[in-house]
C-alpha cells in the first residue's frame, strides 16, 4: 500500500488526512495517508527510513523552509518563493530522491482572483513565514504590489503592524493573514489592525479556516468588506498536491 502524509508540528486540526483519506477510499485507491508529527525537521530522516513506501509528503508549519536543505530537486516556483510544501518520494534502487514544489501558490492565486476588483492593486500581507511567501508571489503574479507587515521590522517592504494607519488600509485594501492569529483554539484573537477604516471596497482573506470566520475577518465584515477563509486553498492545494506527486517531471 502506497503512503503520503504530512509533517510539521503541532499538527492538532488537519484537513488533508481527512480529505486524502476520503479520496483513496472513494476512488479505491490502495494507499493511505499519515501525520508524521515531528519536533524537529530532523526526524524526516526517519520517517522515509522507516515508511519505505512512502510517496508523498505535504509539508506545514514550521518546516516549508527548513525542508529544503533535505531535497534532491526543487521546482523553479518553489526555488523563487523559498518553501516547499509538497514532496515527491522516488525510489531508485537503494536512493530516495526526493523533489519539492510549492501549491500554496498555485491555490491562493485560482482562490482570491475571482474576488478582485479593478481598483484591487495594492495588499498587505500578514506574517513573513513561508506561507506568507507563497502569497507574496502569487499576489506578484496577479501584478499587484504588496507589502510585508510583521510584529518587528525587517528591512524595505516590511513595516510593523503600528504603522499600519487608516490611509494605509484604504490605499492597500486588499489584506490576507498568512499569521495563525485568530486559529482555533484562539478563536477571540485577531491581528492588531484600523478595522474601522475598512468597507466596501476592501478585501480580507484569512488562510485559517478552523474557524469558518476569524475574528479578523469577522471585524472586516462588519464593515462592508469582502472576506474569504482560507478552506478553498486547501482543496485546491490538495488538487495540485495529488497532480504533483504523479507528475513524471
Known sequence: MDKYGLIGFPLGHSFSIS??????????????????????????????????????LNVTIPYKEQVMKY?????????????????????????????????????????????????????????????????HYGLKSLNMQTIFVSRTRHGDGFITYEEVTPELVKEYNVIINCTPVGMYPHADECPKLPYEAMDTHTLLYDLIYNPDETLFLKRGREQGATVKNGLEMLLLQAFASWDFWNRKD
Open 71 to 135: 531535497l534532491d530537486a526543487i521546482s523553479p516556483e518553489a526555488e523563487a518563493i523559498g518553501a516547499v510544501n509538497v514532496i515527491r518520494v522516488t525510489h531508485k534502487g537503494d536512493k530516495v530522491y526526493l523533489k519539492g514544489f510549492n501549491s500554496d501558490v498555485i491555490g491562493f492565486t485560482r482562490s482570491i482572483e475571482p474576488l478582485l476588483e479593478p481598483a484591487q492593486k495594492k495588499a498587505l500581507i500578514l506574517g513573513t513565514g513561508g506561507a506568507s511567501k507563497a502569497i
Open 19 to 56: 480529505y486524502f483519506n476520503e479520496k483513496f477510499e472513494n476512488e479505491h485507491i490502495n494507499a493511505q495517508y499519515i501525520n508524521f508529527e515531528i519536533p524537529s525537521i530532523d526526524g524526516l530522516t526517519e520517517i522515509l527510513d522507516r515508511n519505505p513506501e512512502l510517496r508523498g
